[in-house]
């Protein structure tokens, strides 16, 4: 399995600033053939299932506000919120689609300072 | 808009086999080159992904449930099935279906919550 492990467990962010989360795998998802990174970000809000806010690493889904930005190749990523803001309260989680069983980061907490 | 809903018993007793459908709409689920999968919350802790079938019939499971999975498709009622047998109380989650697609899981039910107790 492709062990996803996600840093740090929790922040707590003011308003209006940066947040980062990071994201190792435990091998390469990067595919060669294509050079695509099989990994995406994820967003849940208590009580909701997740929602994809990035794919192909860095790729934004359609209707996800710009401060979202996706980075890294190969096992090293990183998911920036430029400036946080209070709707962003939620828990991240990364996800690797390269290789079956599908596997999930443990999740981020982003919280407001 | 595709839109996924599950249904199902929200209590199972020890030992039983936990049942739950998938129904899809807004979309054929014979149409396109989707995965169909299912995937587990317990409360308060992260994603476990149980697995997943192609529309054609052909499935992949997580090795770490799959003596006890069953996913089948059922094209006639655009729905989609888990079956989870000898379930434990640490198979106690909510439970999601979701569509999958090249680049990840862009559809997700709201999920249910499925309780193991007698």
């Keep these: ?113 | 808009q595709v839109q996924l809903q599950e249904s199902g018993p929200g209590l199972v007793k020890p030992s039983q086999t936990l049942s739950l459908t998938c129904t899809v709409s807004g979309g054929s689920i014979s149409r396109g080159s989707y995965y169909w999968s299912w995937i587990r919350q317990p409360a308060g802790k992260g994603l476990e992904w149980i697995g997943r079938i192609y529309t054609s019939g052909s499935t992949n499971y997580n090795p770490s449930l799959k003596s006890r999975v069953t996913i089948s498709v059922d094209t006639s009622k655009n729905r989609f099935s888990l079956r989870l047998s000898s379930v434990t109380a640490a198979d106690t989650a909510v439970y999601f279906c979701a569509r999958e697609i090249s680049s990840g899981f862009d559809y997700w039910g709201q999920g249910t919550l499925v309780t193991v107790s007698s």
Excluded at chain 1, 36 to 60: C, H
Excluded at chain 1, 68 to 73: E, H, T, V
Aim: proline share 6%.
């Design chain 1, 1 to 113: 399995d492709i062990v996803m492990t996600q840093s740090p467990d929790s922040l707590a962010v003011s308003l209006g600033e940066r947040a980062t989360i990071n994201c190792k795998s435990s091998q390469t998802v990067l595919y060669s053939p294509n050079n695509k990174n099989y990994l995406a970000w994820y967003q849940q809000k208590p009580g909701e299932p997740p929602k994809m806010l990035i794919y192909w690493a860095s790729t934004r889904e359609s209707g996800v506000p710009d401060r979202f930005s996706g980075s890294g190749s190969g096992t090293d990523f990183t998911l920036t919120i430029s400036s946080l803001q209070a709707e962003d309260v939620a828990v991240y989680y990364c996800q690797q689609h390269y290789g079956t069983p599908r596997t999930f980061g443990q999740g981020t907490k982003v919280e407001i300072k």
